[in-house]
């Protein structure tokens, strides 16, 4: 599986837009990218994944760079709620494992 | 509706001695994973069935691990002879699997079990 790269911690205060930034320069034209959190003392949670277009769903957008060897995960307005650990997945669609390969995703400290 | 739950939420045990870890996935999810996660770690997967069988144990450490889902529903993961080091948060997930292709199904997690070998 294609490695993905994050910042180890980020922070934000309530109410501003947070930008979660992934390098994955190594992704293969078919691997899509996807995004889970953890919140404190929970499982993960689906976020948001894409290929190459930006996607938006309810709970956050996903841009991604035109190379796609990066990626950002847009929380348009941080809550306290949204306070959790952030990971950064690259997935195979055909034919690969169907595991979740995590890092140490991105710990997401929102400030009230 | 109901999530995946898993029980017990905490287990201590004393080294040597044998746990069992259960996970009761969403209703009608084909696809079954156990992950393991240690403190400050990312998760990291253990094993994955589609079904009654196990369609990639590699992620086990070693054969003091195992992992049955005899009906295609419940899973429990077994472990022999506990060591210190296996002391993790145990997390189980499901999938629908509705044959969207390897590596598309949304996986949904449960609280997991903490596991503390003393």
């Known amino acids: 599986d294609a490695k993905t790269t994050q910042p180890n911690s980020m922070e934000s205060n309530e109410e501003e837009p947070v930008h979660l930034p992934c390098n994955h320069s190594t992704i293969s034209g078919t691997d899509y990218i996807h995004w889970y959190r953890q919140l404190p003392s929970q499982g993960p949670e689906y976020v948001i994944h894409g290929l190459t277009s930006n996607v938006n769903n309810r709970m956050a957008s996903l841009a991604i760079a035109e190379d796609r060897k990066s990626s950002t995960l847009i929380l348009h307005r941080a809550t306290l709620r949204d306070a959790a650990v952030y990971y950064c997945i690259l997935r195979v669609p055909q034919g690969g494992s169907e595991k979740l390969v995590f890092g140490k995703g991105t710990k997401l400290t929102v400030n009230p | 509706g109901a999530g995946v739950s898993q029980t017990p939420s905490n287990k201590v045990t004393e080294k040597g001695k044998y746990v069992e870890l259960r996970c009761d996935p969403i209703?009608?999810?084909?696809?079954l994973y156990w992950y393991r996660q240690s403190l400050g770690q990312g998760p990291e997967f253990l094993i994955y069935?589609?079904?009654?069988?196990?369609?990639?144990d590699s992620g086990l450490p070693n054969d003091r691990f195992f992992a049955v889902r005899p009906e295609g529903s419940v899973s429990t993961l077994k472990i022999q002879r506990t060591e210190r080091g296996d002391s993790a948060v145990y997390l189980c997930?499901?999938?629908?699997?509705?044959?969207?292709?390897?590596?598309?199904?949304?996986?949904?997690f449960g609280p997991g079990t903490r596991l503390t070998v003393l």
């Open positions: 069935f589609q079904g009654t069988g196990a369609a990639d």
């Open positions: 209703s009608g999810h084909t696809a």
């Open positions: 997930a499901s999938s629908p699997n509705i044959g969207q292709g390897g590596g598309l199904d949304t996986q949904y």
